[in-house]
């Protein structure tokens, strides 16, 4: 892999069908806002992958975003990506988000958020993250 990283995870929403409709709507439109790969960004629309609708049409439901890039060196600025990547997160509804960070050198970090209530609304509280790190030799 030759100092290769890769970066992939996912946000989950617990969604009530009421509101189904307009939660996908907006978490579509942020990951769409996001900027296209061939401008070079940390974080970029082409690496989301947002389901259209859960097969799950009744009750509540999990909806997944899930995510993955490979980069060279990320590592170095992880501190900027993890902003970016929170600042994705406080435009967007979800319950909870993880992340995956697996370099040769230091192992596998794995970092967690949890929303504070039933779940994260735009423009709400500031998420905290939790990190869990593991390396094989």
Known sequence: MDGETVVYGCIKDCVPSREAEERLRINRSVIEELPPLESWPLISR????????????NGPHTEVVH?????????????????????????????????HLETELA????????????CH?????????????????
Do not use: N
């Open 107 to 118: 192992g596998t970090h794995s970092f967690h958020w949890d929303s504070a209530g039933d």
């Open 121 to 137: 609304r735009p423009g709400g509280t500031a998420p905290r993250v939790r990190c869990e790190w593991s390396h094989e030799s």
């Open 67 to 99: 995510f993955g890039a490979a980069y060279q060196g990320i590592e170095y600025e992880w501190e900027l990506w993890l902003r970016e990547f929170e600042a994705v997160l406080a435009r967007m509804y979800w319950v909870s988000a993880t992340v």
């Open 46 to 57: 082409e690496m989301f992958g947002c389901p259209a609708r859960s097969l799950l049409l």
